[in-house]
């Protein structure tokens, strides 16, 4: 087989296994899990026959899920009422629920009442998203549903027409060199009648098909977070199950939004991250060490002291919200979850409205089906996230991120704050009119000429990591002789502009080490690549300032391994 196919032009021609089947569904988060388990809860109420398969690049269902998680059951509630009687892994309700503004010495916590109700957390779960979606998982396989963990959807299929017809998986035992090795499998095709894009935040399919169909045309820039995270089991005494904090201020300045999230939950479990919106200007900004920063606040060293870390990750997050969804439908499928963009920015919450998404998907997918349609758009989908719960959701928050954006954090926060009071007495229409954003995140860092380094204390190894050693507990794993997934489309523009303009940021915005820029002994600097690192952030893909690196999928089963997260 080497022997054979030793060009890409070469494997593209060798042929493909392919599978047929109604629905194919890429990416296990929680929307596609939900579009899955829907599909046939109405195939068996309907006396409905429907083949559903759901590709997931992780080793397992959950490896590669990240979040809080504060998690609203009402998308639960809707999808399966009895899922408390079915043991799903959330056990504990927000029982305290608390907002702070930090300085750099301690801390003003801001009475409840100032906050809309709609930020309200009481009767909303702490937990692992990881596990909630695994357990999901479980519910989709008894129900038959065909999910096949570790194959990454690296390429769309399209019929004659354009309409698009399935996805077919990466070729498997590709070495560094391009070359096939020992171990070379080609990629399977899996048809259907049609294709639900759940990736999660900017996935590498659903950034082509937003491209193709143009899909953003009538929409705002998606804006972005970067969240991390660490997992802690902390000591007995400093656990208070049931308690939710959330933080802005310090580290960051005022013009530099983001945020901080501290949640007790389990046995002796506390959740603690921090959020950096990507739209900030300073390039020598890092998030991960902000984040590093904020644990040696006051509010938060207590509670930490004496624990151990026992998890790591990061993620990117969408934050455009109601005017960033872009068109969801194309021929042949949908965008479903953080593929399209459905987080609550002001709440830190999403999963209720992926699996919202899932849910009318299926139900569109359904009726197509039942009427023996194929390939065409789903419009029903997408005209029930336009005036359903979603809607609801997101239109009465819609001002809150570009008020923060164009006022800094502290005004920011006090007109967001207006605006969703208003919109809790008029629903929906709020101060009547929606902000734009205006612009993508990569476009908003400015030259390093503006700007002095910043010097970030050496961590203590107690309280504060290094990345490196923060990665090791994120079980992040990738196949060594492979093509590196992130690919740099001109060295020269990142060397003259990226090093050259912007000081090199792609060094400081990965929070996995990925990214350096070292000596290549001629006294020049070279951008190496560390992909075996990556924790599959997608930050490099929506940061750089040239739009010059581009995230493609690794061989399936590559990337971190989040335990618990």
Request: with cysteine; aromatic share 8%; net charge neutral.
């Amino acid at each position: 087989m080497a022997d054979t196919a030793h060009t890409p032009e070469a494997r593209e021609a060798m042929p493909r296994e392919a599978m047929e089947f109604d629905v194919v569904i890429v990416g296990a988060g929680p929307a596609g899990l939900a579009t899955a388990i829907r599909l046939k809860q109405n195939a068996a109420a309907r006396g409905q026959e429907i083949s559903v398969v759901l590709l997931e690049k992780g080793s397992e269902v959950g490896a590669h899920i990240l979040s809080g998680a504060v998690i609203d059951p009402i998308g639960l509630d809707m999808l399966m009422p009895d899922w408390k009687a079915k043991g799903a892994p959330l056990q504990t309700q927000v029982t305290d629920d608390r907002f702070y503004y930090l300085g750099p010495a301690g801390r003003l916590r801001l009475p409840n009442v100032l906050f809309p109700p709609l930020l309200n957390n009481h009767g909303n779960y702490i937990g692992s998203l990881g596990a909630l979606c695994k357990w999901l998982g479980e519910q989709a396989a008894e129900l038959g549903v065909e999910i096949y963990p570790g194959f990454a959807a690296a390429e769309v299929l399209y019929d004659e027409h354009g309409a698009v017809v399935g996805v077919a998986t990466g070729d498997m035992g590709i070495g560094k060199d391009g070359k096939p090795n020992d171990s070379f499998t080609r990629g399977m095709e899996l048809r259907g009648k049609y294709t639900i894009i759940g990736e999660g935040v900017r996935g590498s399919l659903a950034k082509q098909l937003i491209k193709k169909f143009n899909l953003d045309a009538a929409s705002e820039p998606q804006k972005f977070g970067l969240g991390l995270k660490e997992l802690w089991e902390v000591k007995p005494e400093n656990h208070k199950p049931g308690m939710v904090q959330h933080a802005l201020g310090w580290p960051l300045d005022n013009r530099t939004g983001g945020g901080a999230f501290i949640y007790h939950y389990g046995d002796n479990l506390v959740s603690v991250g921090y959020v950096v919106h990507l739209n900030y200007e300073n390039p020598y900004l890092s998030p991960y060490e902000e984040f590093q920063r904020f644990k040696t606040n006051p509010l938060i060293r207590p509670t930490l002291e004496g624990g151990k870390r026992i998890a790591y990750g990061a993620r990117a997050i969408t934050e455009g919200g109601w005017q960033s969804i872009p068109k969801l439908v194309f021929p042949g499928g949908a965008l479903v979850g953080c593929s399209a963009g459905f987080v609550n920015v002001p709440r830190i919450k999403g999963s209720h409205n992926a699996i919202f998404s899932g849910i009318h998907a299926a139900d569109a997918l359904s009726d197509a089906l039942g009427a023996a349609r194929a390939h065409d758009r789903l419009d029903a989908y997408e005209t029930a996230v336009r005036t359903g719960p979603i809607a609801k959701d997101l239109r009465r928050v819609r001002n809150a991120k570009p008020l923060l954006s164009r006022f800094g954090t502290a005004l920011g926060t006090v007109l967001s704050g207006a605006d969703m009071w208003l919109n809790t007495i008029i629903p929906g229409i709020g101060l009547g009119f929606t902000l734009r954003h205006r612009k993508a995140d990569y476009a908003a860092t400015k030259p390093a000429a503006q700007f002095k380094p910043i010097a970030y204390p050496k961590p203590d190894g107690v309280l504060t990591f290094d990345r490196l050693t923060n990665v090791a507990f994120s079980a992040t794993n990738h196949e060594e002789d492979q093509p590196a997934h992130l690919k740099v489309l001109d060295m020269g523009l990142e060397v003259r502009s990226e090093l050259g303009v912007f000081a090199g940021p792609s060094n400081r915005y990965c929070p996995a080490g990925v990214y350096e820029w070292v000596d290549d002994g001629a006294g020049k600097q070279r951008l190496q690549i560390n992909a075996q690192n990556c924790v599959h952030c997608k930050t490099c893909d929506i940061k750089d300032p040239n739009q010059n690196i581009q995230w493609t999928v690794p061989e399936g089963g590559g990337g971190p391994n989040y335990p618990g997260m």
